[in-house]
């Protein structure tokens, strides 16, 4: 039985080529976006990706502290891939953090547009929203969220890495999951209130100051935690291609597949629910956000968004064989991947440069946090066994069948 | 409907029934049934039960549900009867969403759950043949149609050797039908099924 993975030098090679590239498109873009339209395009274009990719990584911890307080067995079998996966938080999170630290303190990008003191004061919605969008609330909060996912992330994966070498014993399974379902408890009401509530208000929402919609940070919770469960899919699918994971098999692809098709159907519906309140009400300040989308120059990419993100899923994973087959779950996991990823470009990007515009360099840049992904999670799938031996759940994922 | 014998045989036990489902099928005979008190994981496989279409009809249907809001609302909207409501255009998709959404439910889950009780052969008033009325309670009941090559009596040994017990013979409808279980017994020429000795 293959239990300790080892990084095979071809996913090296590819994840330092990805980054390579990434760096690169970073380099070419300080260069290429001078002036203030164009560094706008840069920084927006660093911002998206950071937060999407910081966010998705972070569904890994959700689904591990989800599955726990449900006392899900299943996904014992492939566990330390989300918590492989979940172990990018902390280094995403500091890049994240660093680049936010850059848009509010240093006063040359144009992201934010509350940050400019003499606007605000002549602007009674901004004045009034002065409080909550204020550079010491805004520090404040991005320090204590990202921090406490960090730490929590940090304490599960050591916790389950602990707990290999206990016993098997049933008073040590009784600890093992009374303490993980305390610290999954925990992370859960930290991860709700900050990317159920308010982070993605502060982060993204806050672009297009004037507007406000309470759906939007459910909207980008779905978004992530359809497109975290798509990557989960993706190592999963890779380990096992590659010989690991003895104890996964189509009934755990299965599930994971039926979470993506569920949770894509979910992502519509909080799709349509904030699109269609707005459009019923047909308040201007409201419409503001949706005008250059539905009716301007992001028309296609707001339309392409709902069919790679519902559409597709929708009607390719409608079917068994298709969920329980690797290739095409392979397959719908990177189109669910780069289909979020064009949702969080047409977020952003209306409110920041406002032009459609070719995407090169928010795609190179995307390929580079995607290199920084695999380099860091294949690094820590080396840390530790691939199986959590000593879980009470084992057999009950061994034994899974849907 | 046909009128049909049975070989019926009981087990106490998910533990002796898999492997004597797997018995019966290797020496050949047809299995008509398995009854169990609790829906058994794997017990389709072993019986070799194709997958269920059931989903394919609850597809069908929703697409129907579907195509009959939209095309019902568009129609009624745009030509039958115009309305100005809220100035909004005579042709509202967005505002047809959540209606076209609860037709396509609405459709396939009804027509689902018809369909589950046809296939499964249930309907108000229809009767069905018990092989063993403890079936639903505590014990796993086969019964294995005795078809022109079937050996009764072989058939009850080779059970009896598989951890069978309360092995008998029943001639009793295969299928659903109409009617009264106190009149039944004219289905059947000798009378009613063998009582049990429980």
């Given at each position: 039985m293959k239990d300790q993975f080892v990084v095979p030098a071809r996913l090296k090679t590819t994840s330092f080529v990805l980054m390579g590239i990434g760096l690169l498109t970073l380099l070419i873009g300080l260069f290429a976006f001078q002036g203030e339209h164009g560094s706008t395009r840069f920084w927006a274009g660093l911002l998206q990706n950071s937060t999407f990719f910081l966010l998705i990584v972070l569904a890994s911890t959700f689904f591990i502290a989800a599955t726990t307080l449900a006392h899900g067995g299943w996904q014992i079998g492939f566990r330390r891939v989300p918590e492989a996966i979940s172990m990018a938080v902390p280094v995403l999170g500091g890049i994240l953090f660093l680049l936010l630290m850059i848009l509010v303190f240093t006063?040359?990008?144009?992201?934010?547009?509350?940050?400019?003191a003499e606007h605000v004061a002549h602007d009674p919605i901004l004045t009034w929203k002065a409080p909550f969008l204020s550079k010491a609330f805004f520090t404040i909060a991005a320090v204590l969220t990202i921090g406490l996912w960090s730490y929590f992330t940090l304490r599960l994966r050591k916790m389950s890495i602990e707990q290999d070498?206990?016993?098997?014993?049933k008073e040590t399974g009784k600890r093992i999951i009374w303490r993980n379902t305390v610290w999954c408890g925990g992370f859960l009401v930290i991860y709700v209130l900050s990317v159920g509530s308010t982070t993605p208000w502060m982060w993204l929402m806050s672009i297009d100051a004037h507007w406000y919609s309470t759906m939007y940070s459910w909207y980008t919770f779905a978004s992530t935690w359809v497109s975290g469960l798509a990557l989960i899919s993706l190592f999963v699918i890779y380990l096992k291609r590659n010989?690991?994971?003895?104890?996964?098999n189509e009934e755990h692809l299965h599930d994971l597949g039926k979470f993506c098709f569920a949770f894509s159907i979910f992502w519509a519906y909080l799709w349509f629910s904030q699109y269609m309140l707005i459009w019923y009400a047909n308040m201007p300040e409201e419409i503001v956000y949706f005008k250059p989308r539905v009716w301007g120059e992001w028309r296609p990419i707001f339309f392409l968004n709902l069919v790679i993100n519902f559409i597709t899923p929708l009607l390719f994973l409608m079917k068994r064989d298709t969920k329980r087959n690797y290739s095409s779950m392979a397959f719908i996991a990177v189109v669910i991947i780069f289909g979020h990823w064009l949702d969080f470009w047409q977020m952003v990007g209306p409110g920041t440069y406002q032009h459609l515009v070719f995407p090169w360099f928010e795609f190179g840049i995307g390929l580079g946090f995607v290199g920084l992904i695999v380099f860091l999670v294949s690094n820590q799938l080396?840390?530790?066994?691939?199986?959590?031996?000593?879980?009470?759940?084992l057999k009950e994922s061994i034994i899974h069948h849907t | 409907m046909a009128v049909k014998n049975f070989v019926v045989a009981s087990f106490d036990d998910e533990a002796v029934l898999f492997p004597a489902v797997k018995k019966v099928r290797t020496a050949g005979y047809k299995i008509h049934d398995v009854y169990t008190p609790f829906p058994v994981h794997g017990l389709d496989h072993a019986m070799g039960?194709?997958?269920?279409?059931l989903h394919t009809a609850g597809f069908v249907y929703g697409i129907t549900g579907t195509t009959t809001a939209l095309s019902c609302m568009s129609w009624i909207f745009t030509t039958d009867w115009p309305m100005n409501i809220g100035g909004?255009?005579?042709?509202?998709l967005p505002a047809f969403i959540p209606i076209t959404f609860e037709l396509t439910v609405l459709f396939s889950a009804v027509g689902m759950v018809l369909t589950f009780c046809y296939l499964c052969q249930l309907a108000p008033f229809v009767k069905k043949h018990i092989f063993h009325p403890r079936q639903t309670d505590d014990l796993f009941v086969m019964a294995i149609e005795v078809t022109a090559k079937t050996n009764a009596e072989e058939l009850k040994k080779f059970l009896a050797g598989i951890g069978g017990t309360q092995i008998n013979e029943q001639r009793a409808e295969a299928g659903w039908w109409y009617g009264r279980f106190d009149r039944e017994?004219?289905?059947?020429e000798n009378k009613r099924p063998e009582p049990v000795n429980a």
């Open positions: 006063g040359k990008t144009h992201i934010y547009h509350w940050l400019d070498s206990w016993d098997l014993s010989g690991y994971l003895p104890m996964v080396t840390k530790a066994a691939l199986v959590p031996k000593t879980h009470p759940y | 039960l194709r997958e269920t279409s909004k255009p005579h042709f509202p017994d004219r289905l059947f």
